[in-house]
């Protein structure tokens, strides 16, 4: 996807990567410093993966430095997308290892407002993690 912020996640021996990407054009994504990911769980067995994790600096962006802010919509729907690739990470160990391009993806259609709670619930519930 490009002009939005990536979470790329890959596994790593019994843990999972976490990489903040952004991309204007379709080649391997680089590190966008704006975006941070706090991982709250994962789990890796030999058939999948599976990672949680918390976005800070994910719902507005801008395409390029100094022009308008987007921005994900508050308490309306977004369309969110997912992909994977077949093709291997060269170094697993690091979040900023080159990626491949994808060869599976998809579209789904999320309601914001119906995930909203307010921001002392959401701080609660992030310090329990």
């Known amino acids: 996807m490009t002009y939005n912020p990536l979470l790329v996640a890959w596994p790593y021996q019994e843990d999972v990567v ?3 990407r952004y991309s204007a054009t379709k080649s391997d994504p680089s590190a966008y410093p704006d975006a941070h990911y706090r991982i709250i769980s994962s789990h890796v067995n030999a058939t999948h993966w599976e990672v949680a994790s918390v976005c800070s600096g994910c719902s507005h ?10 921005s994900v919509p508050v308490g309306g729907s977004a369309t969110l997308a997912w992909a994977a690739s077949t093709r ?3 170094n697993t160990a690091s979040n900023t290892s080159a990626t491949s391009y994808h060869n599976n993806g998809g579209f789904f259609l999320v309601d914001l407002g119906a995930a909203r709670v307010d921001e002392e619930e959401w701080a609660r519930l992030v310090a329990e993690v």
């Open 18 to 20: 976490a990489s903040s």
């Open 88 to 90: 291997s990470i060269p």
């Open 61 to 70: 962006w801008s395409e390029v430095p100094g022009e308008p802010v987007l």
